[in-house]
Nanobody
Framework: QVQLVESGGGLVQAGGSLRLSCAAS????????MAWFRQAPGKVREFVAA????????VYADSVKGRFNISRDNAQNTLYLQMNDLKPEDTAVYSC???????????????????WGQGTQVTVSS
């Protein structure tokens, strides 16, 4: 049974940094794309960042480009999101996602992911 467990969220002031982690278990992840999505109160879930199987390709939402960095450690089955220069509009529940099928691409589409974590809250105060 695939499990994705996020950690690292919290309360931070604007301009601060946080590093999110997503620990994966119950499957093979080192040949699968993974991604981060977020959902703010009253809004639909949106794409944040994605990474291909070996970390060689990444893609970001325009709103986080230059501030966030997605990475992975396949030996540890862990996905990361380093978030710098945080803004109040980054406040959301952040969830990691993994695909069932293999691919060499970094994939943005939410519907392309099969497994989801429960999410971790990130709150940025102004």
């Amino acid at each position: 049974q695939v499990q994705l467990v996020e950690s690292g969220g919290g309360l931070v002031q604007a301009g601060g940094s946080l590093r999110l982690s997503c620990a994966a278990s119950g499957g093979t992840f080192n040949n699968k794309p993974m991604a981060w999505f977020r959902q703010a109160p009253g809004k639909v879930r949106e794409f944040v960042a994605a990474i291909n199987w070996n970390g060689g390709t990444t893609v970001y939402a325009d709103s986080v480009k230059g501030r966030f960095n997605i990475s992975r450690d396949n030996a540890q089955n862990t996905l990361y999101l380093q978030m710098n220069d945080l803004k109040p509009e980054d406040t959301a529940v952040y969830s990691c996602a993994s695909r069932r099928l293999t691919s060499t691409l970094a994939i943005k589409g939410e519907s392309r992911y099969n497994y989801w974590g429960q999410g971790t809250q990130v709150t940025v105060s102004s």
